[in-house]
């Protein structure tokens, strides 16, 4: 992931992000030790599965943790108490009336490295996070998505 592109990220994002981090550069990097070092009693290195399996965890840990540094060295935290509260940005929960689907729905907006659909957690860069941003309560927009268009009624703008 060598992009040295910066990467929005809300608060929340940032501090999940940097948590990890942690918890690889000290928890999980003592553990993998622990278990090299139990897996070397076993004997025989060249036949040892749990020795293998020990440094394929620390090779994909390692892996991660450099992933993880390079995200956290490229982030831009925005800060969302200077943002205007009644238009879509980074930060919003934005309460939204699918029209197709006849059904309300609240997003939340992060940065794309946030980004989990089955929690509405969106991207200001997916499809529909592009159309919302900027957007105001009543206000409706229309988004060409893979499978056809939608339009959405913005009912409520606010902060998490």
Do not use: C, W
């Not at 992009?3 to 918890?23: C, F, P, R, S």
């Not at 995200?71 to 929960?93: C, I, M, P, R, Y």
Request: charged residues 30%; without cysteine; glycine residues 6%.
């Amino acid at each position: 992931m060598a992009n040295n592109k910066q990467m929005l990220y809300t608060a929340e994002g940032y501090k999940v992000l940097t948590d990890e981090l942690n918890y690889l550069k000290t928890t999980r990097r003592e553990e993998i030790k622990e278990a090299i070092a139990v897996a070397k009693g076993f004997g025989d290195l060249s036949e040892n599965a749990e020795y293998d399996e020990a440094r394929n965890e620390q090779a994909k840990t390692e892996a991660r943790i450099k992933e993880l540094e390079e995200l956290v060295a490229n982030a831009v935290v925005v800060d969302e108490t200077k943002l205007d509260t009644s238009v879509v940005s980074l930060g919003s929960l934005v309460t939204v009336y699918d029209v197709e689907e006849d059904e309300e729905i609240t997003y939340s907006i992060v940065g794309s490295n946030e980004a989990n659909p089955m929690e509405y957690k969106i991207s200001d860069q997916s499809p529909i996070g592009k159309a919302l941003m900027g957007a105001k309560a009543g206000d409706t927009v229309v988004i060409e998505v893979p499978y056809g268009t939608i339009h959405m009624e913005i009912k409520n703008v606010t902060r998490k």
